[in-house]
Structure formats: structure tokens, C-alpha cells
Antibody
Framework: EEQLVESGGGLVQPGGSLRLSCAASGFTSSTYSMNWVRQAPGRGLEWVSYISSSGNTKYYADSVKGRFAISRDNAENSLFLQMNSLRDEDTAVYYC?????????WGQGTTVTVSS | QSALTQPASVSGSPGQSITISCTGTSSDVGSYNLVSWYQQDPGKAPKLMIYEVSKRPSGLSNRFSGSKSGNTASLTISGLQAEDEADYYCCSYAGGSIPYVFGTGTKVTVL
């Protein structure tokens, strides 16, 4: 079964940092581009970041540009999101999703809460 | 890049058909046949329902169908069932450095 499992969420103070991980199983993630998508409490889905299969191309939403960094370790079938200078408005469930010009496999999400 | 516009809510009785619209611009929905739709139950991850405007993933019910005209995409659910009650989001490829934009989301209620 193709599966994605996120981890690394938690409670962090404003200005703090957190690193999310996404482990792929059941498929070779190195052949796919990947995305991070988030959903604030009671709100809709927001695309956050994209990384190509090789890791050479990376894109970010304006709301996180300069603060978040996406990366991947294809040898470990893993995807990461380094989140720095966190703000209250970054509080959300963060999902990783496989990219095939659509997001066809999603993880269960990991919750990030930014609060003092 | 602004979110695609969806109605906040749509409702219908069991057995009826409903349609959810998703309005974008000539830079996203109007430019690419890469509109996808996602169903999300409360507290769960989104699930792909339609991709490339009108294609269904393997095993998905044919009660779900998609279409597009100009800058507006649509998802139709026919033969509405209680299990279809959920939030639905459209998403379009937008190219460039912001590859994806999601819709505002629609809550479907089965009366």
C-alpha cells in the first residue's frame, strides 16, 4: 500500500523552529515530486511548498517564503519541511502529498501549534 | 495567487444531483486542464476524487464527474448519498513559482 506518514509536529513558541518529516512507503518516492499542504483550524487547504523529484526545483507560497525550507532524502524515501521564525498564523495541520499534477497520495497530517 | 472561488455550501436530498463550481482565472483554471477535486471528511486527510478536470482514480464511484468551461470547473455528484456529506476542494495547476492554488472549499450537506 502506498503510504505517507508525517511526524515532527508539536507546540512551539512564536519565533521558534520546527522540522517536519514525511516518510514514504509502498512506492519509490524519488521518482515523484512532492508537496506540503496545510490547513489552519476551521479553514481551507493551502498549498505551502513543492519540491521536484531530484530536489533541484523548490517553490514556496508567499506566506512562508524566506522562513520555510523544503528538502528531501531520496535514499531514505523522506521529505522534510524546516520551519523557522514561526508565527501564530502558521498553526495548522501539515500534510505531505505526492505530486502527479494532482495530489494523489496524502499523509494523515501532523499538527503544528504556534503559541506562547 | 488568490484562492479559487467555491460556494461555501451546497445541499441536496438523497438521490438528487448537485454541482459545485470552482472559479479561477485565465492564469490557472482557464490555462490548464489540470483541475483536481478532493473530498475531506472532518479530521481526515483529503482524498483525490477527480483529476485532469474529468478523470476518476481507479475504483472511485462514477457518481462523481468533473468538467470545465473557461475559467470555471465543476464537480457533479449524482445520486447523492449520505456518505457524500463532506467538504470538497478544487485545486488547479497555476504554473510558474506558485504551482498550485486551492479553492475556498464547499461543505456538502445531504438533507
Amino acid at each position: 500500500e502506498e503510504q505517507l506518514v508525517e511526524s515532527g509536529g508539536g507546540l512551539v513558541q512564536p519565533g521558534g523552529s520546527l522540522r517536519l518529516s514525511c516518510a514514504a512507503s509502498g512506492f519509490t518516492s524519488s521518482t515523484y515530486s512532492m508537496n506540503w499542504v496545510r490547513q489552519a483550524p476551521g479553514r481551507g487547504l493551502e498549498w505551502v511548498s513543492y519540491i521536484s523529484s531530484s530536489g533541484n526545483t523548490k517553490y514556496y507560497a508567499d506566506s512562508v517564503k524566506g522562513r520555510f525550507a523544503i528538502s528531501r532524502d531520496n535514499a531514505e524515501n523522506s521529505l522534510f519541511l524546516q520551519m523557522n521564525s514561526l508565527r501564530d498564523e502558521d498553526t495548522a495541520v501539515y500534510y505531505c502529498a505526492r505530486d502527479r499534477n494532482r495530489m494523489d497520495v496524502w499523509g494523515q497530517g501532523t499538527t503544528v501549534t504556534v503559541s506562547s | 495567487q488568490s484562492a479559487l472561488t467555491q460556494p461555501a455550501s451546497v445541499s441536496g436530498s438523497p438521490g438528487q444531483s448537485i454541482t459545485i463550481s470552482c472559479t479561477g482565472t485565465s492564469s490557472d483554471v482557464g490555462s490548464y486542464n489540470l483541475v483536481s477535486w478532493y473530498q475531506q471528511d472532518p479530521g481526515k486527510a483529503p482524498k483525490l476524487m477527480i483529476y485532469e478536470v474529468s478523470k476518476r482514480p481507479s475504483g472511485l464511484s462514477n457518481r462523481f464527474s468533473g468538467s470545465k468551461s473557461g475559467n470555471t470547473a465543476s464537480l457533479t455528484i449524482s445520486g447523492l448519498q449520505a456518505e457524500d456529506e463532506a467538504d470538497y476542494y478544487c485545486c488547479s495547476y497555476a504554473g510558474g513559482s506558485i504551482p498550485y492554488v486551492f479553492g475556498t472549499g464547499t461543505k456538502v450537506t445531504v438533507l
